[in-house]
């Protein structure tokens, strides 16, 4: 079986919805890779991975080293991964140096980038050197500071329209979809319909191409708080807690390990 490629996601818009999901490490990955169409290394990973406050500090190193990882781990679901913040806003020749790396180091199809009209001239220059570029658009959690928080965007018609521009621009400068994160319902249905490549949305609009969830959120792997647009599907977090107690409790009260896990063990004693 084949990995789904950039060009079958975009051909899935108005065939079948796409399903992706987010994944850093290759467990994780693995278990992912058959139920979803595309699996994102999202920055994410600096909140949920490495319990930072924002997804400010991620290197392109590490983002590289996390995409190889799920590469490695997976054989079917398109893997994007996404450019971290700092390595693509200054120019769109420092954009293809990172993204590039993020390709030949990480071995991902494509990478996605946060931006709006100002970056559609870095996707133009990507895709016309063999990059495939998902945009990112509304929320963009690299513009907390500008945002002033982790807010919903485009609640104004003016807001909206320049989200729909955003988008807009990107598509014209050949991105193979849109993610659309953390915008009003009716603006993800709007834009849906006036992009011909797919939208991916989280927290956007159920009339989106295709939907993207921080998988930890819906594991019950990030916490007793979960976003308004997430859902728990299942709770391994106390699936895994048990297991640690468990373990735990077996150590101390000397019921693991037995000499069935043990070397050399001398018979007939
Ligand atoms: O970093 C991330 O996980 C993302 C998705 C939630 C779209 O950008
Ligand atoms: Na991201």
């Given amino acids: 079986a084949q990995r789904v490629t950039v060009p079958q996601l975009v051909s899935f818009k108005g065939e ?24 994102l290394v999202g920055d994410s990973t600096a909140m949920v991975g490495y319990a930072l406050p924002d997804t400010l500090s ?6 590289a080293a996390h995409t190889a990882a799920v590469v490695r781990a997976t054989h079917h679901a398109c893997v994007i991964a996404d450019m971290p913040f700092g390595s693509y806003q200054q120019s769109p020749a420092q954009a293809f140096a990172n993204a590039a790396t993020l390709l030949a180091n990480g071995g ?6 946060e931006g709006g009209q100002a970056l559609a001239d870095t996707t133009r220059f990507l895709v016309e050197r063999g990059i495939p ?6 929320l963009m959690p690299q513009y907390v500071h500008t945002m002033g928080g982790f ?3 485009g609640m104004s018609e003016a807001a909206a329209r320049r989200i729909l521009d955003d988008a807009r621009a ?9 993610v659309l994160e953390g915008i009003s319902e009716p603006l993800g249905r709007e834009i849906t319909a006036a992009l011909q490549i797919p ?9 989106c191409d295709g939907q993207i969830l921080v998988t930890e959120d819906i594991l019950g792997l990030s916490g007793d708080r979960i976003p308004k647009f997430a859902r728990r599907f299942a709770d391994a977090g106390q699936v895994i807690r048990q297991a640690a107690q ?16 043990c070397f050399g063990v001398r018979t007939g004693r």
């Fill in 246 to 261: 468990d373990y735990a409790q077996s150590v101390r009260e000397e019921t693991f390990p037995t000499l069935d896990h």
């Fill in 151 to 153: 807010k919903a965007q």
């Fill in 170 to 178: 990107h598509a014209q400068a050949g991105a193979f979809g849109v």
């Fill in 108 to 113: 991902a199809a494509g990478v996605k980038l």
């Fill in 58 to 63: 991620i290197t392109v190193e590490t983002m």
């Fill in 133 to 138: 570029v998902l945009a990112h658009v509304g």
């Fill in 16 to 39: 079948r919805k796409i399903a992706a999901l987010t994944a850093y490490i290759a467990p994780i990955a693995r278990l992912l890779d058959e139920a979803v169409d595309m699996l």
């Fill in 199 to 207: 939208t991916i949305g989280i927290g956007a609009s159920p009339a």
